[in-house]
DNA sequence: TTGTACGCGTTATCAT
DNA sequence: ATGATAACGCGTACAA
């Protein structure tokens, strides 16, 4: 790879010279510009990003902390990420935490010595006096962390939304398999859950139970669930992955869906439409979400000064198979 | 963030003798070293990579190129990479290629400003010229690449067993549903396919036809196969993405699988676990090829002198649902 | 309008 | 055993 001195070499200037019209500073002939050009051009002369951020101090990277990229929530996300970034000239990192605090603040801080540029986080298990030490702009994606800024969507309506949709398609019994108490999406779609059928006289605390966000948890959920209360005729699963849990349970209980048990998850994610029956869900933006996070942090590192301020999409019912 | 002059100051001593410690390079007194570590410690000082990479003119990044995370082959063998990658203290970039030359040329300048160490790649459509030309080691993964070294799967005789199968189960016409001819991987499985059936007196040119190794594109192509051929009762799918989509058509068909219709996939992904009948398939190790690219480029990367060779697994055989 | 020289934070070489 | 300093490649005051 050429170097700037040799492109000045070339076309008989100074490195400022090239440097000025590498970066089109200053004033500069017409005749010389059209010289350093030629050279440019004819060693294909690309300046090196290392020195470059060094003589900054911040880099044009910026990443991404999720759980685990094989949980099919988040390919989607990553992409979105990914693709902002790069329309603004961004390279992107994935990190993937497993919501480990020990592996997320290893990554921070290789990043940091990167002199990276910003981060969106899906979750964070780093304890918020080093987030905000940290002087990197970080945005919450999917997720609240504390009070930073963060782009999710309407959880617990949706959750109310969802539980409702199973009523008025003729649940009487309705479950709930929730997510980890840890991370805020759960909980607010917990909470709307109970919002809507907390004070029904059928409640009772035995119909919601814990599934972690994952297949296996909702799959073993719903097995002991219906054994101990063959009553249930809907289930609500906190995401998809778990709603398609669910549904295999289901299966293997010979039960069928919808006509002995209705089926919602959350989320929306393509997995759904390819299961027998399709999941009925509440459909987030999840491009739309990554895309507006990678935004705001990349306007955030450009644009200081200004008021950055949560956004919060709205959910959207879905329906398919898994409910009447 | 602390430099190294800060600590040093701090320390009593040199730059150079902090680095030495830091490094571990050259001799120490005791009572220094324990001076220099104690400023360390108090200045939380690490050392910026940028300005390391700087000097050494290589950092410690690994980009793994994939067409698009979206597709759920992709997932696990980011996720392999990765994994590899931060455990020898490498970093991880991703770069959805959209199997675009434009995107990935850019991609690989981008990356080579940033002095990247080196480049896993699943497919390329950069010129082999530019690849040669480019000094920096880069190892293809799942498709081959010229004459680069490559971590596949033996996809010609894994295709060959999975055609078997469908025959040993009782399949007496077998259509394959192929991949894009510029991969070598559907490539090799079509060379298998046609290997195994070709020369039987039923087979017609009309049994094969072309999926893109995408989910709509083999439910359209089943749909009209069908139509055409109903006579088939056996479909041998590049991909399991593909294997999906031959069962949702299947469905739409009002066939019955296996019964009507026996499918076998390709690649083991966890997708084929989750439909209904799950899907039977030739599973590859894929979070393990992963590993191996990984582990290759770094190996490249820190020991130029050694020879390497590529290296092909075995598929195996995963008895699901969809065949008998 | 252009060039010189310094600094960004490291590491390695050469003295001491 | 330790320190001073050049060098990595670039961008920008400041001088010319």
Chains 1, 2 share one sequence.
Request: aromatic share 6%; with cysteine; hydrophobic share 40%.
């Amino acid at each position: 790879m050429a170097t700037i001195r040799e492109v000045a070499k070339l076309a008989g200037v100074s490195v400022a010279t090239v440097s000025r019209v590498m970066n089109k500073n200053g004033y500069i002939n017409d005749k010389t510009k059209e010289k350093v050009e030629a050279a440019i051009k004819e060693l294909d002369y690309r300046p090196n990003d290392v020195a470059r951020t060094l003589f900054k101090g911040t880099s044009k990277m910026i990443a991404l902390f999720v759980p685990d990229i094989m949980n099919p929530f988040f390919p989607k996300l990553a992409r979105a990420v990914e693709d902002t970034a790069n329309k603004s000239g961004y390279t992107f990192i994935l990190c993937n935490t497993d919501n480990d605090q020990e592996k997320e603040m290893k990554y921070l801080h290789t990043l940091l010595q990167k002199t990276i540029g910003g981060v969106v986080m899906v979750s964070s298990s780093i304890p918020l006096e080093t987030l905000n030490k940290v002087n990197v702009p970080i945005v919450a994606l999917d997720r609240e962390i504390a009070d930073m800024i963060s782009v999710t969507v309407n959880n617990r309506t949706g959750a109310i939304e969802a539980v409702r949709h199973l009523q008025e398609t003729g649940c009487k019994r309705i479950a709930h398999i929730s997510g980890p108490e840890d991370t805020t999406s759960a909980v607010e779609r917990k909470k709307g859950y109970l919002e809507a059928v907390g004070q029904e006289n059928w409640f009772s605390e035995e119909y919601l139970i814990p599934g972690e966000y994952t297949f296996d948890g909702a799959y073993q959920a719903t097995k002991e669930l219906i054994k101990k209360h063959p009553e249930i005729d809907g289930i609500f699963a906190a995401n998809d992955l778990m709603g398609v849990g669910v549904l295999k349970a289901a299966e293997a209980l010979d039960l069928r869906v919808p006509e002995d048990l209705s089926v919602i998850g959350y989320d929306g994610i393509e997995l759904g439409e390819i299961t027998t029956p399709a999941l009925t869900t509440m459909g987030q933006p999840i491009y739309e979400i990554g895309k507006r996070a990678a935004e705001i942090i990349i306007d955030r590192m450009e644009n200081n000064q200004k008021e950055f301020a949560s956004e919060q999409y709205n959910v959207q019912l879905i329906h398919r198979q898994s409910t009447k």
